[in-house]
């Protein structure tokens, strides 16, 4: 009777372990999944209905990275393109959403470079100096007494863009990922492929240079 | 001056609260003593709020069209499976493709040029005497009922090593060898049964035909027409070529079976091109092995 019942505590026991492991280690859920696998069948639709999902955020990566909603737009549809030609190759290690984050950092910072290379970026700062630049240098708020409106303002949103704008490649990356899309540092690890460490250490870079190209409108 | 730094090196973690309470102890305690941090870490929290308070931007009404129009006019995923064939299953280094590419043009060079040498060799060397004569060597293009065998018995007959349906021939080699047209007429081996329309026979038509449209650059010759005929799989081609070219081409044709018959009551027969005399249309009709 007593080897019995410790028999039977040895396999209750091991079930619980059992499930420990499979819980612990199981796959990364990806609700994309089904739509993925029928889209690499050669079904249009279900790519349609990832576009639907996430074009919004997407195009507002795209359009940070440039700055202007003529390229995003260009810049996104590209993204939508590598990823509908490259389906096959997703061999769904991880999110299909972590994939497609990485094909849009990739070419966005690819088309920032590019587009940096032309001077595009200092183009666009000189003719902005013209209209709103110039007012906000003449008639810097009072934002102590309402920081979030300063910050909610379209001349702050301008003064942030080219902030961003100014930044290396990999630093800006990192901030739209961060603190525009607000993915969590494991994604970021991810979709960067980068250590999370690293990770954390170059956002902190990143945002010490924009604080100090926003230095003069926020102190 | 270094503690300064360390707490620095916090504000990530201190700003998105994940360091334990001892840590934000110390960290708190550092920023009422010195100014220089409190400020920085103040002006820190004012930036990634600056950062958050970007408005997401939305795409123009035109986007999602414009992009299925993309994306239509865009092979589909399963269709990249050609162009990812190496990339795919064999992903090299870019050196390394690069070398194996070298390698393979290498290859073909060499080949191609063994190929040339064989040409320019003696006559003697590189021809075969055939006893009979219409006995062509099997493969693609094969011949069994040969009409003009007995009039070609009359003499040697020259087999090119390099098979020009297989390859390419060299132009220089066509200039020496090939007479141009004269009122005298073609001086080759098709002249002697005078085989304006051709039939092939053959058990691989398709790629009988494959072979001869490969080989018709080479010769600066063109297909004008090309469509079914007779049998099964049967085809007619109407050709264009370079009178020169016209001898080495049908030689060719008959080393690997053409016949002298017509291409057929429904076609037209040849005719020497009106535009320019030194252009030869010619009906060549490749029909299963009778």
């Not at chain 1, 999110?95 to 940096?116: C, D, E, P």
């Not at chain 2, 058990?203 to 469509?227: F, H, Q, W, Y």
């Amino acid at each position: 009777m007593h080897h019995i019942s410790e028999t039977i505590l040895n396999c209750m026991c091991l079930n619980i372990v059992s499930l420990f492991f499979v819980f612990a280690f199981r796959p990364e859920t990806d609700d994309d999944r089904e739509a993925v696998e029928d889209c690499v069948k050669g079904d249009r639709d279900a790519f349609d209905l990832l576009v639907k999902k996430y074009y919004q955020r997407i195009y507002n990566l795209a359009y940070r990275f440039v700055g202007d909603s003529e390229e995003a737009s260009d810049l996104a549809q590209e993204i939508f393109l590598a990823a509908y030609q490259n389906l096959k190759k997703f061999r769904g290690d991880a999110k299909f959403s972590t994939w497609l984050f990485q094909i849009a950092t990739n070419r966005g910072k690819n088309r920032f470079k590019y587009l940096k290379r032309r001077g595009y970026f200092a183009n666009r700062g000189s003719s902005d100096d013209d209209d709103d630049r110039g007012d906000w240098q003449r008639t810097i708020p009072d934002h102590s007494t309402n920081p979030e409106a300063l910050l909610a303002g379209k001349q702050m949103q301008r003064i942030v863009q080219d902030a961003i704008d100014e930044l290396e490649p990999d630093h800006k990356a990192i901030v739209l990922l961060r603190d525009i899309e607000g993915f969590s540092y494991d994604e970021i690890a991810k979709i960067l492929d980068l250590p999370e460490g690293t990770t954390k250490s170059r956002l902190h870079r990143a945002r010490m240079v924009v604080k100090e190209k926003l230095k003069k409108v926020l102190s | 001056m270094k503690e300064c730094e360390l707490v620095r090196e916090l504000f990530v973690e201190v700003n998105d609260d994940e360091v334990d309470s001892e840590t934000a102890d110390r960290f708190r305690e550092h920023l009422s003593q010195c100014h220089n941090c409190s400020d920085e870490f103040t002006l820190y929290g004012r930036t990634v709020q600056a950062l958050s308070f970007l408005d997401r931007v939305d795409p123009p009404d035109d986007f999602l069209p414009q992009l299925a129009l993309r994306l239509d006019r865009s092979s589909p995923p399963f269709l990249n499976y050609f162009r990812d064939l190496f990339s795919g299953a064999f992903p090299l280094p870019l050196p390394a493709g690069v070398t194996a590419l070298a390698l393979i043009v290498f290859a073909f060079l060499t080949f191609y040029h063994n190929g040339e040498l064989m040409r320019s060799l003696p006559f003697e060397t590189r021809s075969i005497t055939h006893e009979a004569p219409m006995a062509a060597k099997p493969g693609i293009l094969s011949t069994k009922k040969m009409p003009g065998a007995d009039r070609l018995a009359a003499g040697p007959r020259t087999h090119s090593s390099t098979p020009v349906l297989h390859s390419s021939i060299p132009r220089n080699n066509f200039h020496e060898n090939i007479k141009p047209v004269a009122s005298s007429g073609f001086s080759t081996i098709a002249d002697r049964i005078g085989a304006d329309n051709l039939t092939v026979e053959s058990t691989r038509i398709d790629r009988a035909v494959a072979s001869l449209k490969r080989m018709l650059p080479n010769i600066e010759g063109k297909l004008v027409v090309e469509r079914t005929h007779g049998g099964i799989g049967g085809k007619v081609l109407r050709v264009m070529i370079p009178a020169r070219a016209y001898g080495d081409l049908t030689t060719e044709l008959i080393n690997y079976g053409a016949v002298e018959s017509g291409a057929g009551a429904d076609i037209n027969p040849p005719i020497v091109s009106k535009k320019s005399r030194d252009k030869v249309l010619l009906y060549i009709r490749f029909t299963q092995p009778r």
